[in-house]
């Protein structure tokens, strides 16, 4: 762990809120022999001193040893003054000047020793920046040896209430004050001890102060285990000191007291191998001092089959969350767990609640789950080539995505025609039904209705227009059916002429069923003079007789023969009556 993600000032205590420590903490009553205890302690400091920075430790041991050599000298001080009263040295009726001088040099020892006491721990950030460590420095360099300063001290408060006792009134007001004072700093170390989570180490550490007198069997020495623990969350690492008489019901009550793992739930494996005898010893089963063992939560079977035909197999925990069960399917459908929808497969019964337990939920071992997503991303690709994105959901059918796709397009829904794949869109068929998923194309066609059309010669043509169609587009199509070019087209509807070949059938309130009158622009005609001859001659279709007159004389004048100022046709074989 680099020093980035050490605990510093201002942080919180590691001891409370760190799972290994906390969990080492928990174990400590159980821990009855001196070598397992020695384990534990040298676990707990390592674990400890991977939370603190490191370069707290060299001043944490400065000032714990010259605080040592303080106590040392006081203790001595006080042996002393204890020798001189029992020798009858220092009483109201014998007082000798060695005893005077050793009684005033443990005031002045103690003191001195209340005095570094009180500059032992850092209480705010500035005092640790000035004394280059925190209090958890100093709890890992205490534990380290033993916590023998607590012994000294206690040495030291049993001898000065003894001292006190006997000397009576023979010690002046100042110097029992200063007993006083010293048990009351003795009593704070002691309950910022207890605040910090040592006091019950300190304790210990005071049970185990020397070792016994007779070595402790091997086979029953306390054995160090790595164990791996599998979570949604990653893989952590804990240490755990267990005995080889422990047996695997042990083990798990440790494991469920300490990481939380129900009993019931737990697979522990060896070397891959799963201890399921719970009556088993550690050592019958083959754990040895520093093996490696995995636990997992027992987890049940399920499938989840996605939008997109994919089928994928879950091992879920049932006490995980049904959002668990999206961020597990996510990195193999490639879809954000905050973007599914989740679904039981065999009645489509929708799982909403992301917070609600697997077991909840009714999901059993071998359940399928069917999983879309709630909204995806779609192409509308129009008549005239352009394309839109538009959000859908699977479970959208086609009426619905017309509606988004208005919303993004302009063209009114009721005047579009989707298709997939070359075919239309089914009505009341979701999105999904048709295979269409994240990131297809759709076509967007314009839906047509029949229109007649009206021309001079009473041959009446019928054509299918779209509601988007242009009058000019109107026009091609009648071109198809008349052969008459759409310059030479005047289309009417309701006696009104319709203008403008950019405008819309929309525009004009052309719908299914309209009528058309179609007339064109100009006409040829082929006229017969008197004399036999014949020729062509174009007229408009709004000309009158006068207009016909007036062009037959300006364009046939070299075939006209003047008499008596007029011009004679054979109108009634031109025009017909």
Partial sequence: MDSSSRRNHGDSNPIKSDPELVGLLKRLDKVNKYKTFDRWKSNFVSRLSTLVYENGIDPAEKICHAFAFV???????????????????????????????????????LTTTVQKLEELIPSTDRDEKRMGFTKYHLGAVLIRHGFHQYFTMSQIEDAIEEIGRQLGNVA????????????NRFQKFCDIMADLNLYEIMKKCSQFAAAPEEEESSDEESMNIELI???LEGTKTIRIVVEPSDTVEDFKNIIAQDIGIEFNKQVIK?????????????????VKDGAIT?????????????HDGKEIKLLVDPDNDLGDIKRMVEPESGIPAANQKLFMNENMKELSKDHEKVKGAGIKPASALYMEPDSMSITAEMPDGKKHKVDVSPSDIAEIVKTKSQGQTGMAAAQQILKFNGK????????????????????VEASRVPVNV?????????????????????????????????????????????RGDETTAVDHGIQGG????????????????????????????SDQNEDIKSKISKDLSPYLIASNGTIELNTDKVFGK
């Avoid at 009473?458 to 059916?481: C, P, S, Y």
């Fill in 71 to 109: 106590l040392k000298a006081t203790i001595k001080c006080a042996t002393k003054v204890t020798n001189h009263i029992e020798k009858g040295e220092l009483s109201n009726e014998k007082k000798t000047v060695k005893a005077s001088l050793a009684l005033s040099e443990l005031g002045n020892n």
């Fill in 270 to 286: 060896l070397n891959g191998k799963e201890l399921s005898d719970n009556k088993s010893t550690l050592a019958k089963v083959g």
């Fill in 172 to 183: 002046d007001r100042q110097l029992h004050d200063l007993f006083a004072f010293y048990g």
């Fill in 454 to 498: 009206k021309t001079k010669d009473g041959n009446d043509v019928q054509i299918m227009v779209a509601l988007t169609d242009t009058l000019g587009t109107i026009k091609k199509k009648i071109e198809a059916e008349t052969g008459l070019s759409p310059g030479q087209q005047i289309l009417a509807m309701n006696d009104e002429e319709l």
């Fill in 514 to 541: 309209s009528t058309l009158t179609l007339i064109p622009k100009s006409i040829k005609i082929r006229i017969e003079f008197p004399d036999g001859t014949k020729h062509n001659l174009e007229i408009d279709a």
């Fill in 294 to 306: 995995t636990v997992e939560t027992r987890k049940i079977p399920i499938t989840v089959n996605t």
């Fill in 229 to 231: 623990v599998e979570t």
């Fill in 424 to 443: 239309e869109l089914p009505q009341g068929k979701q999105l999904k039904d048709v295979g269409i998923k994240n990131g297809d194309v759709i076509k």
